[in-house]
C-alpha cells in the first residue's frame, strides 16, 4: 500500500511566483526549499505553504500537480 503524499502549493513574494510538488514528507520537503537545498527554488526563499492536497497514493499525487501546473498555478488555485 502506498505512503499518504501531499500535492502542495508554496508562494514566494520575493519572486512572485507560486510553485507546486509533491511529497509524502510536507515538513522535510518545505524545509529544503526553505534552506536553499532544492536548486529551483533557492531564488524565491523564502516560500510560504499556501495550499496542502491529501491524496490517497503516489499516482494520484501526480496527477493532480500535472492537472495544477497544466491550468496554471493561480487560476487552479482561483478556481479551487
Do not use: Q
Not at 499556501?50 to 492537472?67: G, H, P, Q, T, Y
Request: aromatic share 12%.
Amino acid at each position: 500500500m502506498d505512503d499518504e503524499y501531499k500535492v502542495y502549493v508554496l508562494y514566494s513574494e520575493k519572486l512572485e511566483k507560486y510553485y507546486v510538488g509533491f511529497t509524502s514528507d510536507l515538513t522535510e520537503r518545505i524545509e529544503r526549499h526553505n534552506t536553499g537545498r532544492s536548486r529551483f527554488t533557492s531564488r524565491g526563499i523564502p516560500w510560504k505553504l499556501i495550499r496542502v492536497f491529501d491524496c490517497a497514493s503516489r499516482l494520484e499525487a501526480i496527477r493532480l500537480e500535472k492537472c495544477i501546473k497544466s491550468r496554471g498555478i493561480k487560476r487552479y488555485l482561483e478556481e479551487n
